[in-house]
């Protein structure tokens, strides 16, 4: 498998020379704007490494990479707005630095580009390719959708939760692997598999953005420490806290919904519950549970450990993001 800063490279220059229209420049600076922000790139990396893993030809993959990329930032972009987020990345959000309607319409943009992206490889793979992107796309907003849903409800479960970033974050994860997989040609049982590896890594890593919101530094982060205790976001951290709280959850409840209290003290008080019940060490343990089921579906593949070797090293980093 080609080194991780191969295929990391193969990325910035597929963005390095991704042809937007110039007019009109207030659709499509937007579009430029968010994808100059850069990020990880962990979608179209994931992409290109599933279909190196099981023997396809990774320029076969340059564009449905750059497809699931735009895709993602779309969500991100639309994220942003539905939540008020007033930074991304470090900088400002598209609705913050232009506005609301454009953030919809450059976002919806992005929609399309990465569908004409998408059917840009072998013709053989276009047909998977398509289902299984409309298919994902689906599913992300249903688990948007949920995620709001949560936001007027007490009485979220953890198995709730842990559906909803399935469908909001895990399925886009695991379908970029996929993704590979079936450009490369590999069966089906296979591509079932390399998605099922996707899923668990889509969890610890949403698993850890929860950690690492409330932990994490904001300029490491790219987002406001402790942004979902001030939005009072029914998070993995929170939910467990309720399910220790015991007779403290209305006390707690009430700390983290208010609205009146500022957001130094809402978050400082917020956190001396989390220290009392562990829930930084319970929210890693779950962490490690998702990446050990991950391991287990890609150990179960036909695969020898020199080919497994660079992907899963580059995954195990993700679990152990810094704050």
């Keep these: 498998m080609p080194s991780y800063e191969f295929l990391n490279q193969q990325i910035k220059d597929a963005f390095k020379n991704l042809d937007l229209p110039a007019s009109p420049a207030e659709l499509y600076n937007p579009v430029a704007y968010t994808m100059d922000l850069g990020g990880k790139r962990l979608r179209p990396f994931l992409l290109l490494a599933g279909c190196d893993l099981f023997g396809g030809n990774v320029e076969d993959a340059i564009h449905p990479a750059i497809g699931i990329e735009l895709f993602h930032n779309f969500t991100l972009l639309h994220d942003d707005l539905m939540d008020q987020a007033p930074l991304r ?71 709730e939760y842990m559906e909803m970033i399935r469908l909001k ?96 003290t809402k978050i400082n008080r917020v956190k001396e519950y989390f220290r009392e019940f562990e829930i930084e060490s319970i929210t890693r343990a779950a962490i490690n549970h998702s990446w050990e089921k991950a391991l287990v579906s890609i150990h179960s593949l036909s695969l020898s450990d020199q080919q497994t070797r660079p992907l899963l090293s580059y995954c195990a980093s993700l679990m152990n993001r810094d704050y």
């Design 89 to 159: 990345r470090g900088k400002e959000t598209v609705y913050k630095k232009w506005n609301p309607n454009i953030a919809i319409l450059a976002g919806d943009a992005m929609f399309a580009l990465a569908n004409r992206h998408m059917a840009k490889t072998r013709n053989e793979a276009i047909p998977l390719l398509i289902d299984l992107f409309n298919q994902t796309a689906m599913e992300v907003c249903e688990g948007q959708q949920f995620d709001m849903n949560f936001e007027t409800r007490n009485d979220v479960s953890l198995d």
């Design 169 to 264: 974050t895990a399925v886009l994860i695991a379908a970029s692997l996929k993704c590979g997989a079936i450009i490369a040609g590999a069966r089906s049982s296979v591509c079932d598999q390399i998605y099922n590896f996707g899923i668990e890594l889509g969890l610890a890593f949403q698993l850890m953005d929860d950690l690492l919101d409330v932990y994490g530094s904001e300029e490491k982060f790219g987002k406001i420490s402790g942004g979902d205790i001030i939005a009072g976001k029914k998070t993995f951290l929170y939910l467990k806290a309720m399910e220790k709280a015991a007779d403290k959850a209305n006390d707690f409840q009430s700390l983290y919904s208010s609205t009146t209290l500022d957001a130094e």
